[in-house]
């Protein structure tokens, strides 16, 4: 049997394991640094929107810039990406300017609330690691916004302005998916999450 305890005079949280026949063996738990976990979230409307539209082009721009690369050749060429001039990250910029609303528009309509369900499922703030649960967040917007914004994309560049037939659309959309999904996994994970945060706290240092 596990479960925790608080002392009410030191105001620490304990977790206790309590063995049969045995001496019940006692862990102490380190309480959320502050910028760690939750205090690192918004915690209100206009918060939430400032950090919503730093992630949407923290993401979007990322993603642009990957997919500019590829658009142009640069992975094909010897040294792959090594090859990428400032061009990339010009045209990348102009593409994200339009795409980062998108993925607003699309993270506020389900992609956050999906990840926040995820997370919720498998990780409790107030029992487990506030990072770990953060983690697990990212992870499941991610694993609805790749799909998502891969979808736009394809409808967008592929049969929109390269005239690709609709039919061939479930394929491309596939085919799009494999391609973004490693990179915005990885890019949301070290890159774009910890940005945001960053920034987010350098913006409202003090939240409440």
Known sequence: ????????????????????????????????????????????????????????????????????????????????????????????????????????????????RIGAAFAARHCDPEKDNPYICQLLRQAGTVAIMCPTMSLAASILFNVILAGAPLAQLPAIWIGTLLKNFPMAFFWNMFAAAPFTHWLFGKIYPDRR
């Open 1 to 112: 049997m596990a479960f925790y305890c608080v002392n009410p005079v030191e105001g620490r949280t304990f977790f206790i394991v309590r063995k049969e026949d045995a001496a019940a063996e006692i862990f102490p738990v380190r309480p959320p640094r502050k910028g760690e976990g939750a205090d690192k979230m918004p915690k209100n409307k206009t918060q939430g929107i400032i950090f919503g539209i730093i992630m949407s082009y923290a993401m979007a721009y990322g993603m642009e810039v990957y997919n500019v690369a590829i658009k142009e050749g640069v992975d094909l060429a010897a040294g792959g990406f090594s090859n990428m001039t400032n061009i990339v990250f010009r045209d990348a910029l102009i593409e994200a300017l339009y795409m980062g609303v998108f993925v607003f528009i699309f993270s506020n309509l389900w992609g956050n």
